[in-house]
């Protein structure tokens, strides 16, 4: 009779140690996981910062005019930017949300390009082009601000 009980016994320690080292393994997981979630996201701050600076010239309020000059300025800033700062920080969705800028901001330059040097200086571009760009500006801004998780209440982080 001894023998069904110590099996019981030998089974429940070994089931035990198994979940015990489960869990550990579990929580280092997470605990690292976290850890490089907290130091990637420190290392977004400041270039992401001055992405978002960058994409006020298209901003709902106030809004402003822009040449075909200051749109292709624009994207030479965004470039500089994306290889000199933040690029490889951006995560898909940023990468997405950059990507569909820069093609509009594509598409307007290539409109402008065949006027002179003059005309691109001091024409503005159609309010669907600024308004097309103002938006896709707001949706990245809102994947920079995903990715640092600053419109999130505490709650939801953990």
Do not use: H
């Not at 820069?102 to 330059?109: A, D, G, P, T």
């Amino acid at each position: 009779m001894a023998e069904p009980v110590l099996t019981t016994t030998v089974l429940s320690a070994g089931v035990g140690a198994v979940f015990g080292f489960l869990s550990a393994v579990g929580k280092n997981y997470l605990d690292a996981r976290r850890k490089v979630d907290e130091d990637l996201r420190t290392r977004r701050s400041s270039p992401y910062q001055e992405l978002w600076n960058k994409t006020q010239s298209f901003q709902l309020w106030p809004r402003k005019e822009a040449s075909y000059t200051e749109v292709e300025e624009f994207q030479r800033q965004l470039t500089g930017w994306y290889y000199n700062s933040g690029g490889m920080l951006l995560s898909k969705s940023g990468q997405r949300a950059y990507e569909r800028l820069q093609e509009r901001l594509n598409s307007v330059i290539r409109f402008g390009r065949g006027m002179t040097g003059e005309k691109r200086n001091t024409t503005s571009i159609p309010d669907e082009d600024w308004t097309a760009i103002e938006v896709r500006c707001s949706r990245l801004r809102a994947a920079l601000t995903d990715d640092l998780l600053s419109w999130r209440s505490g709650r939801q982080l953990v």
